[in-house]
């Protein structure tokens, strides 16, 4: 049997000393791989740098562009986004146009967003369309849409049926939502399902919520609740609002706290009207005063 030691004695110190040491190397270690890492990655940046500066790689002068955008380096990354896009890489012309926009230059940006589009990079298609919804010719910036759409980028198709409805073109803007839930996009498949309770097809409706809310997504969730709630039935809707509140959704823990509120819960209300009020929800905010007042004069 091994001796044992006084926690006090002298073996003992020298344990505690040997693990104190252990551990200080395994810190070190640790900030030496650490350090390694951050010189791999500064060696990676310089040689994608080196490459654009030397070779003119598009890729690389993308790159090393987006390195500097994202690294609040704007500016600087100007001029490698356009050696970028002049050699045709697509994306390097549209992010040159969300610069330009940002700096106010609006006709720059709109010259980048259609050369862009042009070269067929979806995404730029999209905000070439925007831009002539605010800033330009309206009736113009669906055909944008409807080429990102056509370019399968589920958001142009969302884009789509937007402008569709603002011009009362509704089987049009219905076709559009379709088509991008199709790619599994969760703000076309919710108006898909709007439209379908719109026309009476609840069931349809109902399952199509209940599929995106299976999945974790707190807005398809609500809108179940609603439906539910809309035919008055309160006790199927309670548990997708929880399920919608529970992925923070605001308006659904709304929802729960005024419920709360109207059955004098106060405290059940109170809990949901803060989480919907933490969430940056000003009515629940206001709401949660007035469940305070009516619980102290209680």
């Not at 100007?78 to 012309?93: F, G, I, P, S, T």
């Not at 800033?135 to 569709?164: D, P, T, V």
Request: hydrophobic share 35%; proline share 1%; glycine share 6%.
């Amino acid at each position: 049997m091994l001796p044992t030691k006084d926690p006090g004695s002298v073996g003992s110190f020298q344990y505690c000393k040997r693990g104190f040491v252990i551990k200080k190397i395994l810190l070190t270690s640790w900030l030496f791989v650490l350090h390694s890492n951050l010189w791999a990655v500064n060696d990676g940046i310089s040689l994608i740098k080196q490459n654009c500066d030397i070779q003119k790689k598009a890729s690389d002068c993308f790159q090393y562009a987006y390195y500097l955008d994202k690294n609040n380096s704007i500016n600087d990354s100007l001029q490698y986004y356009e050696v970028a896009c002049k050699k045709n890489h697509y994306k390097a012309c549209n992010n040159l146009g969300l610069i330009y926009i940002k700096k106010g230059e609006k006709k720059k940006s709109k010259e980048f967003f259609v050369q862009s589009c042009a070269g067929k990079y979806n995404r730029a298609c999209i905000n070439l369309g925007i831009w002539e919804s605010k800033y330009g010719k309206r009736a113009e910036s669906g055909k944008f849409f409807e080429l990102a759409c056509e370019g399968l980028e589920a958001l142009g198709c969302f884009y789509l049926g937007i402008f569709y409805e603002k011009e009362d073109q509704i089987k049009k803007a219905k076709e559009a939502y379709i088509k991008g839930c199709s790619f599994n996009e969760m703000e076309n498949c919710l108006k898909v399902g709007l439209f379908e309770l719109a026309e009476g097809k609840k069931k349809e409706a109902q399952q199509r919520f209940l599929t995106m809310c299976e999945k974790s997504l707190a807005r398809p969730c609500r809108y179940l609740a609603y439906s539910y709630l809309k035919d008055a039935q309160n006790k199927k809707a309670q548990p997708y609002f929880e399920k919608s509140c529970d992925l923070l959704d605001s308006l659904a823990c709304q929802v729960l706290g005024e419920q709360y509120l109207a059955d004098q819960k106060f405290e059940e209300s109170q809990k949901y009207l803060k989480l919907s009020c933490d969430l940056r929800n000003e009515k629940a905010c206001q709401l949660l005063k007035k469940s305070n007042d009516s619980n102290l004069k209680k």
